[in-house]
T-cell receptor
Framework: AQRVTQPEKLLSVFKGAPVELKCNYS??????LFWYVQYSRQRLQLLLR??SRESIKGFTADLNKGETSFHLKKPFAQEEDSAMYYC???????????FGAGTRLAVHP | DGGITQSPKYLFRKEGQNVTLSCEQN?????MYWYRQDPGQGLRLIYY???????QKGDIAEGYSVSREKKESFPLTVTSAQKNPTAFYLC?????????????FGPGTRLTVL
């Protein structure tokens, strides 16, 4: 079955510390994965997608097909990074997305 | 703040009543989606539509219904058959065929059953 797993409900770090939000997926075939972010009182929005291999707001994510993972990383966390982060997998056609349960990142001063 | 709008922001319903949540987009997107967001469960797909007058069930369609009479609009009706309707509902859209699959989300409607 297609599935996205985010094992951590909450990740709490201090400003300047490295951050890694974990995402594992289950998918037969070549996956297309995204990270979406929801800041307080804002809409859910795309952060980055693996196909673009881009760095957004200092975040990167590398697809590891061997470990079926797409972890989100940032070397130095900032307080404004505090938000809810969702990993998502494209499921079949029609641009359907399967979301993980989400990880809340709290960055403390 | 255009793009995708949802109304109302908050909605209260008595048990046994049907309610309709509005979703409108002015992005000229072909595809639209409805998700339900519950704490600790992420987003789950209720219904989706790729073109006008066509829609498909998602993973948790029971107790819900939709229509797609216009490209811009994709209303969701929560019927009395939905056993646990209290939740946060999100509407999204995407430009079909673009290949990027980025979905753009509305601000959401919080439904509470009294």
């Amino acid at each position: 079955a297609q599935r996205v797993t985010q094992p951590e409900k909450l990740l709490s770090v201090f400003k300047g510390a490295p951050v890694e939000l974990k995402c594992n997926y289950s998918y037969s075939g070549s996956p297309e994965l995204f990270w979406y972010v929801q800041y307080s009182r804002q809409r859910l929005q795309l952060l980055l997608r693996h196909i673009s291999r881009e760095s957004i707001k200092g975040f990167t994510a590398d697809l590891n097909k061997g470990e079926t993972s797409f972890h989100l990383k940032k070397p130095f966390a900032q307080e404004e990074d505090s938000a809810m982060y969702y990993c998502a997998l494209v499921s079949g056609g029609y641009n359907k997305l399967i979301f993980g349960a989400g990880t809340r990142l709290a960055v403390h001063p | 703040d255009g793009g995708i709008t949802q109304s109302p922001k908050y909605l209260f319903r008595k048990e046994g009543q049907n309610v309709t949540l509005s979703c409108e987009q002015n992005l000229n997107h072909d595809a639209m989606y409805w998700y339900r967001q519950d704490p600790g469960q992420g987003l789950r797909l209720i219904y989706y539509s790729q073109i006008v007058n066509d829609f498909q069930k998602g993973d948790i369609a029971e107790g819900y219904s939709v229509s797609r009479e216009k490209k811009e609009s994709f209303p969701l009706t929560v019927t009395s058959a939905q056993k646990n309707p209290t939740a946060f509902y999100l509407c999204a859209s995407t430009l079909k065929g673009q290949g990027t699959n980025e979905q753009f989300f509305g601000p959401g409607t919080r439904l509470t059953v009294l």
